[in-house]
């Protein structure tokens, strides 16, 4: 009685900040509310997201929300919206494996860069539980969120005010009855994953990113309370000691994952741990603007970049299955997207399907919606892209995003260009 009422009142609690945001921003709401049309895309040439080959100047029809049709002879629907591509080129929709988005504005930046799914890696309050609620009841368009709400951390910090129970860890997240507790917080608020730590952080100046936070044990009390609700676990670890007792506890992924030894890369490519490393984000700690302004993580960064580089070309030669991520909160500063992760890698030895994939089908797998999304083919969520050309001839063709679709609706569509 006690967990069917708890998980009814987060229920409501969601739905009452669902509406609060989108009071908050209202403009955001239009497009979603009407109702999900066909979309018929003419003279389309298609990278599915799993093939090596494209499909060229082919027919895609959306119907219902999803991919009803591929081919050069499809029946398209008489009521359908009709986009003729004249030879541009359709993927599925990005993934964002590690995101902070929180904000209405945060979600529609996200969305019309061509993500159209994102895992959040944690929200102060549980707004990514809230946006998630939206997207499904078609008050935003998307992209379509699994959340993580609090993330578990030795030190909540003003996470403690997002659930009054928290307030008994308010000295600290350690035991294993304090984890227990904070998974069982973050389940009752209905969440799809739970994010705890490794390692400290790299994007503050006053903590080393290499230092161990939880132990193997602390790890595998999470991942133990976790599996009891069904959620999978990924952690934040950018030293090796950490992430090894991360993997070794049972997480699905280890994000960043900057200093991990061969030993680590083993044995994630052993377990089929995913490996996210926001390689865009030591970009941004080095870079002027974005997220990250200060001088001493420029210097770490400067120091951080290489050794990720030489890690992240070590985790592709052991096998080890690595997704794109960009650990931003899509803020109107905010420099970072999947697009530049994708071309990153292509720059650190990946062929450009591997860097698609690692942006759609292999980071769907990675997400658990393998099924669902995350390539074009018949029967799947109808979240796609259009860009001007072949991002196997040229990666950087992917930073021009003109048609985003997301669960069937048209997001963004700045097509016909001429009058």
């Known amino acids: 009685m006690f967990a069917f009422a708890t998980r009814r009142l987060a229920a409501l609690l969601a739905a009452l900040l669902a509406a609060l945001l989108a009071a908050a921003l209202p403009g955001a709401t239009l497009r979603a509310q009407e109702p999900v049309r066909p979309v018929v895309f003419l003279h389309a040439n298609v990278i599915d997201g799993v093939s090596a080959q494209p499909l060229r100047d082919v027919i895609v029809v959306l119907a219902g929300g999803r991919i009803a049709a591929v081919g050069a002879n499809v029946a398209r629907p008489a009521d359908a919206t009709v986009i003729d591509l004249h030879g541009r080129w359709i993927l599925p929709g990005l993934i964002d494996a590690h995101t902070h988005i929180s904000t209405l504005g945060a ?23 809230a946006l998630r609620e939206m997207v499904k009841t078609g008050k935003i368009a998307g992209p379509d969120v699994l959340a993580a709400g609090v993330f578990i951390s030795p030190d909540l910090g003003e996470s403690v005010l997002a659930d009054p129970r928290l307030a008994a860890l308010a000295s600290g997240v350690n035991t294993p009855a304090e984890l227990a507790l904070a998974v069982e917080v973050n389940a009752d608020h209905g969440v799809d994953v739970i994010k705890t730590r490794g ?25 133990e309370a976790a599996a009891k609700r069904g959620l999978p676990v990924l952690a934040h670890a950018h030293g090796d000691e950490g992430a090894y007792a991360a993997v070794k506890a049972g997480v699905k992924s280890i994000e960043h994952g900057t200093y991990l030894s061969d030993s680590t890369l083993r044995l994630m490519a052993q377990t089929g741990a995913f490996l996210v490393p926001t390689y865009t984000t030591l970009i941004d700690l080095r870079d002027a603007g974005g997220d990250y302004d200060d001088p001493v993580l420029h210097v770490r960064a400067l120091h951080m970049i290489p050794v990720a580089q030489k890690m992240v070309r070590r985790a592709r030669e052991l096998g080890v299955r690595i ?17 530049h992760e994708i071309i990153s890698f292509t720059e650190l030895g990946f062929t450009p399907l591997e860097a698609i994939k690692a942006a759609t089908s292999l980071a769907a797998e990675c997400l658990g919606l393998s099924a669902k999304t995350g390539r074009i083919a018949s029967g799947f969520e109808a979240d796609l892209i259009v860009v001007e050309g072949n991002p196997l001839d040229d990666i950087r063709q992917i930073q021009d995003v003109t048609v985003v679709v997301s669960n069937g609706r048209v997001a963004l569509n700045r097509l016909p260009f001429g009058k």
């Open 199 to 223: 390692t400290e952080r790299a994007g503050l100046p006053n903590t080393d990113p290499r230092k161990q936070s939880y132990t193997e044990a602390q790890l595998r009390a999470v991942v």
């Open 107 to 129: 979600a529609k930046r996200a969305l019309e860069s061509g993500v159209t799914t994102v895992r959040s890696a944690s929200t102060s309050n549980f707004q990514d539980v």
């Open 323 to 339: 997704v794109t991520g960009v650990d931003t909160q899509y803020g109107p500063q905010s420099v970072s997207r999947v697009s």
